[in-house]
């Protein structure tokens, strides 16, 4: 898996594909995997929370989730075949964990909604193992979930918390899981629940599926990606100018 650097932060290029057949390799082979998606609010986040900014770079698989990030990454000069959408990863790890008998413990979200969530796995895959769920509101005795998630017997956990409590938290109990993949999956659970509902396709081919996760929630979320989107769109902007310097003074030299 060929790995770049974009804004200071490490992403892993590949398909979904091939994202899915790595992981299963790792996980078969009890390779502890610590993995995140990155879209364009956690690369602008990155650059003032050192926390976060740790956290991600000490991921061993870090996919481009968010068509902003695919684009800059491309216009930038490097090669990027899709995006990797975290929700549908999950979709396609559960899959596989459950074709292969991977337990799998889901943490996040609301009481309700992970339990939810738990019952709609087991009807889609009926081959499906539950080590066990837990809400995501535990932050008074974060131990005890970890030591109830360490003695399920889980080999993958998903971790539904938003960002970055998600990622420092993951990167924070890393070693005392037990579990040999983690990855952060954000409002996955919320989707599966059927609580928010997912852009269309074409929304999501053409980067827009921010705005629709505002229509869905203003209050909360336009704030954010109208902050985040116009400072990622600054970052490459500078970024473009000095590549462009740089092969014009590059081409003076010869």
């Known amino acids: 898996m060929k790995r770049i650097e974009l804004f200071s932060c490490p992403l892993d290029v590949a398909s979904m594909d091939e994202t899915v057949g790595w992981i299963s390799k790792r996980i078969a082979a009890r390779q502890f995997t610590q993995h995140v998606v990155v879209n364009v609010a956690k690369l602008v986040n990155m650059q003032s929370d050192p926390e976060l900014a740790a956290s991600i770079r000490d991921c061993d698989i870090v996919n481009i989730d968010g068509m ?6 491309r216009l930038l000069g490097h090669e990027v075949p899709e995006r990797v959408a975290g929700v549908d990863l999950f979709d396609r790890l559960l899959a596989d964990a459950a074709q292969r008998g991977f337990p799998v413990f889901l943490l996040g979200a609301t009481d309700a909604v992970v339990k939810t969530v738990a019952v709609r ?4 895959y009926p081959d499906f193992l539950l080590a066990g769920h837990h809400h995501g509101y535990f932050w008074d005795d974060e131990s005890a979930v970890v030591e109830r998630i360490r003695a399920s017997g889980a080999r993958l956990l998903f971790v539904a918390i938003t960002s970055p409590k998600k990622e420092n938290f993951i990167n924070r109990w890393k070693g005392q899981l037990g579990v040999d993949f983690v990855m952060g999956v954000g409002g996955t659970f919320d989707v599966v629940a059927g609580t928010v509902r997912r852009a269309p396709q074409w929304m ?11 229509a869905q929630e203003p209050r909360r979320m336009w704030r954010r990606y109208f902050v985040t989107n116009n400072r990622f769109a600054l970052m490459l902007l500078k970024a473009c100018i000095g590549s462009m310097f740089q092969r014009t003074a590059g081409g003076q030299r010869q």
């Open 68 to 73: 902003g990030v695919v684009w800059a990454a």
């Open 121 to 124: 796995c087991a009807s889609r």
């Open 204 to 214: 999501q081919r053409s980067g827009l599926e921010w705005a629709y996760r505002v």
